[in-house]
């Protein structure tokens, strides 16, 4: 199966939104910082706050293609969640504003701490340490995580959990997790970038990379022929919205605007667009 087949194949579609007990009137919203809001048993589920009036402020480490990563000739956010958080916002009334690249592994704080980004969408798997921190919308899309090495090095999972290997991984990311959960003899090694990871395997400075699958399939295509998924972990992901807790609301309008988007087209749009017709 090629890479391209391959990805199709893993991402079928995410679970669709279900925020019918709330969906509907949010259209209430004003411009007050999160520093003002107090505590979500108060908070009326019906409206929203915003860092800047008019706007949807979005938090995202822009080097994951295909879901978020700079346009060389625009210098813009490209990518499946820019077009659906922009759809998103435009469906609550907004524009999508997006913040300079943050790290991976600082966004579910930034949103946590609120006041400077109203969401954060970078591939985010919906995890129950990271629901302790902030809310997360309705799940958009599956993923699997993927073991990535040099084509033809015969590296397994098996042959990787072994003193002296070593595997990289986005900081903070469920592939680093995995890591440590399943390749306990490796030595883990967490980057902030993910091309600097897959150029090292490239070169032989890692024996592997754990990242998400399309993510994956999309850099090997594009970037990375030297390179192959050596295994598919069927890890069973969720990617979500990040939104502050205390701005439930948010959360809520969000879900609502994804229900939408599902039922008028706009996501399988989206997702034709990005992934082909197969999805
Ligand atoms: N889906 C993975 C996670 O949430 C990786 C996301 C990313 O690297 N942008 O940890």
């Known amino acids: 199966m090629s890479n391209m087949s391959r990805r199709n194949f ?3 579609l995410g679970a669709s939104a279900s925020a019918a007990l709330l969906a509907g009137c949010n259209t209430s919203k004003n411009s007050s910082t999160s520093s003002d809001t107090v505590s979500t048993d108060v908070v009326d589920p019906g409206g929203y706050t915003l860092v800047e009036d ?6 995202a480490e822009l080097g994951f293609a295909p879901f978020e990563y700079m346009d060389e000739t625009t210098g813009e956010p490209v990518g499946f969640d820019v077009d659906l958080i922009k759809a998103v916002a435009e469906k609550l009334g907004l524009e999508a504003s997006y ?3 943050q790290k991976f592994d600082t966004l579910v704080p930034l949103v946590k701490q609120g006041g400077k980004c109203d969401v954060a969408i970078a591939g985010i798997t919906i995890t129950d340490e990271r629901r302790e921190e902030v809310d997360f919308s309705d799940p ?26 070593k595997v990289a991984c986005q900081s903070g990311t469920t592939g680093d997790e995995w890591i440590t959960e399943n390749l306990a003899d490796a030595e883990r090694v967490p980057l ?12 032989g400075l890692y024996d592997a990379m754990v990242i998400d699958l399309p993510v994956a399939s999309w850099m090997l295509t594009k970037s990375f022929s030297d390179l192959e998924v050596a295994k598919e972990i069927p890890t069973g992901e969720q990617y979500g919205i990040a939104v502050s807790k205390e701005n ?4 809520v309008a ?7 988007m599902e039922t008028d087209g706009t996501m399988k749009k989206i997702k034709t667009e990005w992934f082909g017709s197969e999805i």
């Open 54 to 59: 008019g706007k949807l402020t979005v938090a």
């Open 192 to 203: 902030d970038d993910v091309t600097a990871a897959l150029t090292g395997v490239s070169t």
């Open 140 to 165: 958009y899309l599956d993923s699997n995580q993927a073991i990535v090495v040099k084509k033809d090095s015969g590296e397994t999972e098996e042959s990787l959990n072994a003193a002296g290997k």
């Open 248 to 251: 439930v609301g948010l959360a």
């Open 99 to 101: 913040l300079p690249n």
């Open 10 to 12: 893993i991402l079928t």
């Open 254 to 260: 969000i879900s609502s605007a994804l229900q939408s």
